[in-house]
C-alpha cells in the first residue's frame, strides 16, 4: 500500500535519472485485490505527476480504469500498454486461463485504451503448438481491428516445474493431442520440455519455430503493425 510514496520519495532523490519503468513484466499489476486498494492506479497518479515513462503488460480489464491517466500519457509519449492474447476460442481460454477476461472482453480493453490515446501492442503469448498456432493471423486481425498498434509473440515456454503441470493439464483437458502438443514443444527445444538458452526460449528453433516466425512477419506486414514503438520520452521528467 505504500508503494507509490516509496515511488515518489525516489523519484525526488537528487541521484536519480528517468529511464522507463515496466509494470507487469513478472506478475499482472491489475489483480483483483487492486480493486479496493487501487496501488497501481496511485502509482500512475505519481508517474504522470513527474512526467515519468511507464509501459504496463496485463491481462487484466481493470486497466480500463485508468484510461484517463495512460491516454493522456500516452499522447505525451510517456506511456504503452502490452495486453496478451493467447487464443480466440472462448472454451480453450476458460480451461487455460479460468481467472482471466475472455479473448472477447481484451480486445475491447485493446479498444478503450486506443481511443483514451495510449498506444497498445498486442502479445500473441504464449503461442501453444498444435493447440493455438493456427490463430495466430486470427488474433493478429482481431487486435489490429481492435486498435493495436504493434505486436509481438512468444512460444509456449515450460521452465522446470511448470512442465509438469502443463503436461498434467493438457493430458486432463486435450487428450486426443496431448502428445503431438508435447511432441512438438519438444522438437522446439531439442528433444526437452523447455530449453533455456538465452536468443531460443522465447522462440524455440527448428522448422516450426521458423515457420511461426514467417507467418507473425507477414501477417503484421499485411495490418501494418509495428514490431516495435518508438522509445517513451524521458526528457519531460521533473520533480
Not at 496485463?58 to 505525451?76: F, H, N, V, Y
Not at 509456449?156 to 493439464?169: C, G, K, Q, S
Request: charged share 25%; hydrophobic share 45%.
Amino acid at each position: 500500500p505504500e508503494a507509490p510514496d516509496i515511488l515518489r520519495r525516489e523519484l525526488r532523490s537528487r541521484s536519480y535519472r528517468p529511464a522507463v519503468i515496466a509494470i507487469g513484466t513478472n506478475t499482472d499489476p491489475y489483480q483483483p485485490i487492486e480493486r479496493e486498494h487501487r496501488v497501481m492506479r496511485r502509482l500512475l497518479e505519481v508517474l504522470y505527476e513527474f512526467r515519468h515513462p511507464v509501459a504496463v503488460v496485463t491481462k487484466g480489464s481493470l486497466i480500463e480504469r485508468d484510461a484517463d491517466i495512460l491516454g493522456e500519457m500516452g499522447r505525451m509519449g510517456l506511456a504503452r500498454v502490452g495486453i496478451s492474447v493467447t487464443t480466440l476460442d472462448p472454451q480453450v481460454s476458460r480451461l487455460m486461463e479460468p481467472r482471466v477476461p475472455s479473448p472477447k472482453r481484451r480486445l475491447a480493453t485493446i479498444r478503450a485504451l486506443t481511443d483514451a490515446g495510449c498506444p497498445v501492442r498486442v502479445m500473441v503469448s504464449p503461442v501453444v503448438p498444435a493447440l493455438t498456432d493456427h490463430e495466430l493471423e486470427s488474433i493478429l486481425d482481431a487486435s489490429a481491428e481492435a486498435g493495436a498498434v504493434a505486436a509481438s509473440w512468444i512460444m509456449l515456454r515450460l521452465p522446470r516445474e511448470v512442465a509438469v503441470l502443463f503436461r498434467e493439464w493438457v493430458e486432463a483437458h486435450f487428450p486426443d493431442r496431448a502428445a503431438r502438443i508435447m511432441g512438438r514443444v519438444r522438437e522446439l527445444h531439442g528433444g526437452q520440455d523447455y530449453d533455456p538458452e538465452w536468443g531460443r526460449r522465447l522462440t524455440g528453433t527448428g522448422v516450426f519455430a521458423d515457420l511461426v516466425a514467417h507467418r507473425f512477419a507477414i501477417a503484421t506486414k499485411r495490418l501494418g503493425l509495428a514490431h516495435g514503438l518508438p522509445p517513451l520520452r524521458t526528457d519531460l521528467f521533473r520533480v
